[in-house]
């Protein structure tokens, strides 16, 4: 069953400053039924909250985790959870 949620996932490594987040939305919109944002966070991490069907959720992740990414990722930590709704498309924050 490919139900809805969210995963949010923090991104460590070289990635602001990188186009991480512009790439990050074009990937969401790409693979498309995704809401969310991508959002800088003080500590260099860049933080994606994705929500939608589970297996679009999954191919967001690898490709966080995966070699195309702009910069440089040391490792992506995430949690999944229950959509919660509001968000109007993919937003860069």
Do not use: K, S
């Amino acid at each position: 069953m490919n139900e809805d949620v969210r995963m949010t996932a923090w991104v460590r490594g070289r990635v602001q400053g990188v186009g991480f987040r512009w790439f990050t939305r074009a990937n969401a919109m790409e693979i498309g039924g995704l809401t969310g944002f991508a959002l800088n966070l003080d500590d260099g991490r860049v933080q994606v909250v994705a929500e939608g069907q589970r297996e679009n959720c999954h191919r967001l992740l690898a490709w966080l985790h995966g070699a195309d990414t702009p910069g440089n990722v040391d490792g992506v930590t995430e949690i999944w959870g229950t959509p919660r709704g509001g968000y109007d498309g993919f937003a860069i924050r």
